[in-house]
């Protein structure tokens, strides 16, 4: 299948998923641990394939996920507008 980019994005207290490269295809849930594990189990199936790589990030475009599959950290302090 190859690779697919997959931007996390944070609002308030949850988080959701999408994927320009996957029309229709969103997930949400309580945090950024969920939405990988539904985006990784969800997207496959959604595809009917099962070889995806992932290519995640924030959508300021942070990846993610370091070289050895463990989360980084990606929390946002809050900043008064």
Known sequence: MGNICVVYHQDGKSWWA???????????????????????SGL???????DIEYVEQTEDGNAVI????????????????
């Open 66 to 81: 370091s070289a050895s599959e463990r989360a980084v950290d990606v929390s946002h302090s809050a900043s008064a507008d």
């Open 44 to 50: 496959p199936f959604f595809l009917e394939v099962s």
């Open 18 to 40: 999408n994927s320009r490269q996957v029309s229709g295809f969103h997930v949400g849930g309580d945090s950024l641990g969920q939405v990988r594990e539904r985006v990784r």
